[in-house]
C-alpha cells in the first residue's frame, strides 16, 4: 500500500516554489505540478473516496485547506507576476487576442412586452397612470360596481391583506385588476380622459399552465363626450394589427363584466390557420385576446362624471397571453421560473 503523502511538507514545498516562478511560463509549471490533474493534491482528493468514513472525512479537511492554499496562493502570485511584468514595460496580456463573448443583460420579455403594448396606445393619443398595488376593497370593487353580494366577486379569488394590529381603516386587499387606476384618474379629473394602466394584478388561484396567481395586465379607457362603441372597435382594431401583424381581422362577442354595458370580448382571426380551424385556436378560427365594453352609467356616475354627457368606453387583457400567442409559448408559468434558456431567447 502507498504511503498517505505528508500534505504539511507538500505545502511548504509548493508555496516556496511559487514564491520564485518570477513569469507566466513558470506559474504556468507549478500549477500543473501542484493543481493540475496529475499533482499530488488531485490525487490525494481522488483516493479519498476508498478510504474508511472517519478517516475520509479528517483527510479531506486537510486536502480541501492544502487546495484553498495553493489556490488562493497562486491566484496572488499571479497578479504579482502581471502587475511586476507590466511595470517592466512587458506586456503581460496579449491585446492582439480575439476578446471573449460579453453577456450583456436584456429586458424581462413581460416588460418589453408592456412596453410595446402602451407604446401603441401611446401612438394613439393615450397616457400612462400607475397606481398601488394594496388596494380597498372601494376602489377595486364597489367603484366598479361590484358590491360585497355580486356574484362576480367569486371570479375574482382575491388575497386579502391584514392591517397592522391596531390600524383602523377600510379592508384592504391586493388588486385583482388595475381598473382602480383609472377610478382614481377619474376622481381627480373632468373628461376628456384617455390612459392605459399597466401593472400587476393578484389573484387566488392554484397555479397551472394558464394560470399566474401574480400577472399583468393592461387596461384602457376613454370619456369624452360622444365617445361610441365604433371608437373602442377601432381603436382594438388598430391595435391587433399593429401588435400581431397587419392582416388580422378582429371579432367582437358579447360578454358579461360589472363594469361595462355593453360588454365585449375581442378576438383575432387565428393567424397559425388563417382563421381555418387548428389545434391552437381549439378548431374555432379565432383567437380570444381581451375583454371591453361602454363604461357602465353607474361607475361614471359615482367617480362624479355625468352620464348623460359623458360616454366611455374600456377595455383589459392579460398581458402574459399575448407573447403566449404570439410566440405559441405553452405554459404561462415559464415567464416567472426564472430559466434563462427560455428568457434568454426574447
Ligand atoms: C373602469 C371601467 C371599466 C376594463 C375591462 C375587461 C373588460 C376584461 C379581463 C381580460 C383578461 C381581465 O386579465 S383578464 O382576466 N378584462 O375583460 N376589462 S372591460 O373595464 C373598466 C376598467 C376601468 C373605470
Not at 505545502?11 to 501542484?34: F, H, I, K, P, S
Not at 504579482?80 to 424581462?108: Q, Y
Amino acid at each position: 500500500m502507498s504511503q498517505a503523502p505528508n500534505l504539511e511538507e507538500l505545502q511548504r514545498q509548493a508555496l516556496a516554489e511559487l514564491a520564485q516562478a518570477g513569469d507566466a511560463a513558470a506559474l504556468e509549471t507549478w500549477r500543473v505540478r501542484y493543481l493540475g490533474k496529475k499533482s499530488v493534491l488531485i490525487q490525494t482528493l481522488r483516493a479519498l473516496g476508498g478510504l474508511p468514513p472517519d478517516e475520509r472525512r479528517a483527510a479531506g479537511a486537510r486536502a480541501n485547506q492544502l487546495k484553498v492554499a495553493l489556490e488562493s496562493g497562486f491566484a496572488e502570485r499571479k497578479r504579482v507576476v502581471e502587475t511586476l511584468a507590466l511595470a517592466a514595460g512587458k506586456e503581460a496580456l496579449d491585446i492582439s487576442l480575439p476578446g471573449g463573448p460579453v453577456l450583456l443583460g436584456r429586458l424581462h420579455p413581460i416588460t418589453a412586452v408592456v412596453r410595446e403594448i402602451c407604446g401603441i396606445f401611446m401612438r394613439m393619443g393615450f397616457e400612462i397612470a400607475e397606481g398601488p398595488d394594496v388596494e380597498t376593497d372601494y376602489y377595486n370593487f364597489e367603484a366598479l360596481n361590484i358590491p360585497a353580494d355580486h356574484p362576480a366577486r367569486d371570479s375574482f379569488s382575491t388575497f386579502w391583506v391584514e392591517r397592522q394590529a391596531g390600524s383602523a381603516g377600510p379592508p384592504l386587499l391586493l388588486r385583482t385588476h388595475t381598473s382602480p387606476v383609472q377610478i382614481r384618474v377619474m376622481e381627480k379629473r373632468q373628461p376628456p380622459v384617455r390612459v392605459i394602466a399597466p401593472g400587476r394584478v393578484y389573484r387566488y388561484e392554484a397555479t397551472d399552465a394558464t394560470h399566474e396567481s401574480m400577472f399583468y395586465q393592461i387596461e384602457g379607457l376613454a370619456v369624452d363626450r360622444g365617445i361610441t362603441m365604433a371608437d373602442l372597435k377601432g381603436t382594438l382594431a388598430q391595435f391587433a394589427r399593429l401588435f400581431f401583424g397587419p392582416e388580422r381581422k378582429t371579432r367582437f362577442r358579447c360578454d358579461y363584466f360589472p363594469f361595462v354595458e355593453p360588454g365585449m370580448e375581442c378576438a383575432i382571426d387565428c393567424f397559425a390557420c388563417g382563421g381555418k380551424g387548428c389545434r391552437m385556436c381549439g378548431n374555432s378560427g379565432w383567437l380570444e385576446i381581451l375583454g371591453a365594453g361602454m363604461v357602465h352609467p353607474e361607475v361614471l356616475r359615482r367617480v362624479g362624471i355625468d352620464p348623460d354627457v359623458y360616454t366611455g368606453f374600456a377595455f383589459g387583457m392579460g398581458v402574459e397571453r399575448m407573447p403566449i400567442l404570439k410566440y405559441g409559448i405553452d405554459d404561462i408559468r415559464l415567464f416567472y421560473s426564472n430559466d434563462l434558456r427560455f428568457l434568454r431567447q426574447f
